[in-house]
């Protein structure tokens, strides 16, 4: 069984900052990691990709967060962080943190609500 248990989430001002974290684990023996992501997903709109990250540390963004949002990992806790500043009221989402396994497939986590007030 895999869980992924997101946190850092909430409220914060345009131009503030918030670190979101998602920690994964899977029961029985250790499982490898691959390509570990966050996505969000706005009111009426679709959930769409803003930043991932492959074992190796090769990042890839939305260019709509270029410059403002980076994502990080630590493959020993199986972690995947997301720094975002310069938040913008745009940003405002449920992200939710992806992680990708070698042999397991792909499973997502409950989500976390960010928002931004103008």
């Known amino acids: 069984q895999v869980q992924l248990v997101e946190s850092g989430g909430g409220l914060v001002q345009a131009g503030g900052s918030l670190r979101l974290s998602c920690a994964c684990a899977a029961s029985g023996r250790v499982f490898s990691i691959n390509t570990m992501g966050w996505y969000r997903q706005a009111p009426g709109k679709q959930r769409e990709l803003v930043a991932t990250?492959?074992?190796?540390?090769?990042?890839n963004y939305a260019d709509s967060v270029k410059g403002r949002f980076t994502i990080s990992r630590d493959n020993a806790k199986n972690t995947v962080y997301l720094q975002m500043n310069s938040l913008r009221a745009e940003d405002t989402a449920v992200y939710y943190c992806?992680?990708?396994?070698?042999?397991?497939?792909?499973?997502w986590g409950q989500g976390t609500q960010v928002t931004v007030s103008s």
């Open positions: 990250i492959t074992s190796g540390g090769s990042a």
């Open positions: 992806r992680a990708v396994y070698n042999t397991l497939g792909g499973y």
